[in-house]
């Protein structure tokens, strides 16, 4: 088998693996468990989502050292997989939210690094066989966006969002994917940055941006916004699914296949990804990253007035809209990290960005979220127009400030190179 052929394939399944859970874990809390001691299950399910951004603050930084110095890089993103794997399958023993919260924070543990090792393993193979990565990476890598939806589609097909099934299936798929791993050539440790200190291989060093008032003022927004990019994550399925409780909306196929309409969002990412060099040519990387707190106004808004009966046509706009919302801020963002920090801080920078976003933000966006899911349940029952009517004036407010904040200016002859 060729080389591309191969990352395709594990590029396939790095995705496959988290799409077979992510999107229908909170819906199957949400059924299944009641809340933990003191809290609601809605900021139980936001608190067990942020555990993911608990592990992004310290496990990728850790495993990133141990494949630069010590083990191949294909080996340790193998163990990590497998680790992940062996960890998911617990969930099936969870019998409260507390338990799922450990099992899912033990399973990011593993699993939030094998994000970055496997775009790390690529490059390295790619480079090491002589292949232009740029050019070459893009297509392999849309293929873990297939994945992503294709895994969703199997767990709604097969009701095993319901049941324990879809973490066995994880399980299962995360062992196949780690032992993959170790088929792929040698990506041998190289002993790299064995002068630095340990602040430095944890990308601390990296926070002297804070400094540069245009990266400080962009970090905080991109903190501020990176608290929604999980939340629809969290609670989509778990909304569209109780409106199974509504004799008006019993058999709709939103209420019985809820994950397949969740994955319409992942398709619009695809294709939302091809149209992003037009738009930053056209408008600059400011007011795309505003056309992407907008969409986000939007994704939370059409939530809001959406149902499956009537109203899916709103659901299905949200899904739509939802591929501007995270693809134009995270590819506009990271350019801009690139554009404007020095290339010795290049790696620690799109670190921090990744940090701000997916650490901080997600810890902040669980918190936020289950509170106010919380706040908004009335007997048991959660008012979800409101939720969502709140996340959509949250992503407002953040939208006129940035506006208003951030100063940039477009250069319209600026060639735009965009890789994904």
């Not at 059409?302 to 706009?317: Q, T």
């Not at 290049?346 to 669980?366: D, P, Y």
Request: charged share 10%; with cysteine; proline share 3%.
């Amino acid at each position: 088998m060729s080389l591309k052929f191969r990352l395709t394939v594990m590029n396939f399944l790095q995705f496959f693996v988290w799409g077979a859970w992510l999107i229908s874990l909170g819906g199957y809390m949400g059924q299944n468990f009641g809340p933990i001691e003191g809290s609601s299950i809605g900021l139980s399910i936001g608190r067990t989502y942020g555990s993911m951004g608990w592990a992004s603050l310290f496990m990728p930084a850790l495993l990133g050292i141990i494949a630069d110095k010590y083990f191949s890089a294909q080996k340790v993103l193998g163990f990590a997989h497998i680790g992940a794997g062996i960890a998911i399958y617990f969930a099936t023993k969870a019998t409260n939210s507390s338990e799922m919260y450990w099992i899912i924070f033990a399973t990011s543990c593993f699993y939030m690094p094998t994000i970055a090792l496997n775009n790390s393993v690529s490059y390295a193979l790619l480079n090491k066989f002589n292949y232009d990565v740029q050019k070459t990476f893009t297509p392999i890598r849309v293929w873990g966006t297939v994945g992503f939806i294709l895994a969703m589609w199997m767990t709604d097909l097969t009701d095993w969002k319901s049941n324990t099934m879809q973490f066995v299936f994880a399980s299962v798929a995360m062992i196949v994917t780690g032992l993959l791993c170790f088929t792929l050539p040698d990506v041998p440790a190289e002993n790299k940055n064995t002068n630095q200190s340990l602040s430095s291989k944890f990308g601390l060093d990296s926070f002297v941006l804070f400094k540069q008032k245009k990266l400080a003022i962009f970090f905080v927004f991109a903190m501020l916004l990176g608290a929604a990019l999980q939340i629809t994550n969290m609670f989509g399925d778990t909304f569209i699914r109780d409106f199974g409780s509504n004799p008006e909306y019993q058999g709709t196929f939103g209420v019985e296949h809820s994950v397949f309409i969740i994955s319409l969002s992942q398709i619009s990412e695809t294709l939302f990804i091809l149209t992003i060099p037009f738009f930053l040519k056209r408008f600059g990387i400011k007011q795309v990253m505003i056309f992407s707190m907008i969409a986000w106004v939007l994704r939370f808004a059409l939530f809001g007035i959406g149902n499956p009966g009537s109203g899916v046509i709103f659901l299905i706009l949200s899904m739509i809209v939802y591929g501007m919302a995270f693809d134009f801020f995270n590819i506009s963002g990271s350019l801009f990290v690139e554009k404007e920090t020095d290339s010795k801080m290049r790696s620690s920078a799109q670190g921090l960005f990744m940090l701000m976003t997916n650490g901080v933000g997600a810890i902040l966006g669980g918190e936020f979220a289950g509170r106010t899911v919380s706040y908004f349940t009335i007997d048991n029952k959660v008012q979800w127009p409101n939720v969502w009517f709140s996340f959509a004036g949250y992503a407002l407010v953040i939208a006129i400030l940035f506006a208003l904040v951030f100063k940039y200016k477009h250069n319209p002859n600026e060639v735009i190179n965009v890789s994904h």
